[in-house]
């Protein structure tokens, strides 16, 4: 079975600063997507970046990256220049095969004016 | 496209009366999942359809909840009799051609309060 593992149950960033959120998993595939999903306080859950296993090169989406490391099966989120709506939980989640997604328990960013 | 649509966005009932959870999926999605959140339990997947056909169900966490597909833009969740402990969001997501191929969209979520 996959885990999800966000060890962080909170984080507090400055605004315009860069803050860098870790998760880790656990799988036996070899072919699968990790996904970054964002919950601000509006409750809906928004896709923020997604990442190929296959693919060496990590994902960007203009403010946020991610550093994939595939060995370490580690996926960290990174978030430049800080906005007061990044605000939010953020969850780190995998899907493989069985197209299930499995979430982490997730991380409660607040960014700082 | 409005994105997954769900009905109501929040309930509050009483124990063991029945509560009917509503969700439109995105056009042309053939994927369709149900998750529920919890603070103990964050989000778990309760069941998924492809086509209209209920494919995994193993998280559905016992014989008062059920979930139909009757047609590809309509999806309903049922639990009946409802007790205070399914207090919960509950999210519908959809995807177009699911697993390791595509990305799930969820819906605004449905707060529940079983009183």
């Known amino acids: 079975a996959q885990t999800v593992t966000q060890s962080q149950p909170e984080m507090s960033v400055q605004e315009a600063e860069t803050v860098t959120l870790s998760c880790t998993y656990d799988?036996?595939?070899?072919?699968?997507?990790l996904f970054w999903y964002k919950q601000p306080p509006s409750r809906q859950m928004i896709l923020v970046i997604r990442?190929?296993?296959?693919?060496?090169q990590n994902a960007t989406e203009n403010r946020f990256s991610v550093n994939f490391q595939k060995a370490a099966k580690s996926f960290s989120l990174k978030i430049s220049d800080s906005q007061l709506g990044d605000t939010a939980m953020y969850f780190c989640?995998?899907?493989?095969?069985?197209?299930?997604?499995?979430f982490g328990k997730g991380i409660t960013l607040s960014v700082r004016p | 496209d409005a994105g997954v649509i769900q009905s109501p966005r929040h309930e509050v009932t009483e124990m063991g009366q029945e509560v009917t959870l509503r969700c439109k999926p995105i056009?042309?999605?053939?994927?369709l999942f149900w998750y529920r959140q919890t603070m103990m339990r964050g989000l778990e997947l309760l069941i998924y359809?492809?086509?209209?056909?209920?494919?995994?169900d193993s998280g559905m966490p016992e014989d008062r909840f059920s979930a139909k597909m009757p047609n590809a833009s309509f999806s309903t969740l049922k639990i009946q009799p409802s007790e205070p402990r399914d207090s919960a969001v509950y999210f519908c997501?959809?995807?177009?051609?699911?697993?390791?191929?595509?990305?799930?969209?969820f819906g605004p979520g449905t707060r529940l309060t079983v009183l």
């Open positions: 997501a959809s995807s177009l051609l699911g697993g390791i191929l595509d990305t799930q969209y």
């Open positions: 799988t036996s595939e070899s072919n699968y997507y």
């Open positions: 990442q190929e296993a296959y693919k060496q």
């Open positions: 989640a995998f899907t493989g095969a069985n197209s299930k997604l499995t």
């Open positions: 056009s042309g999605h053939d994927y």
């Open positions: 359809f492809n086509n209209n056909v209920p494919i995994d």
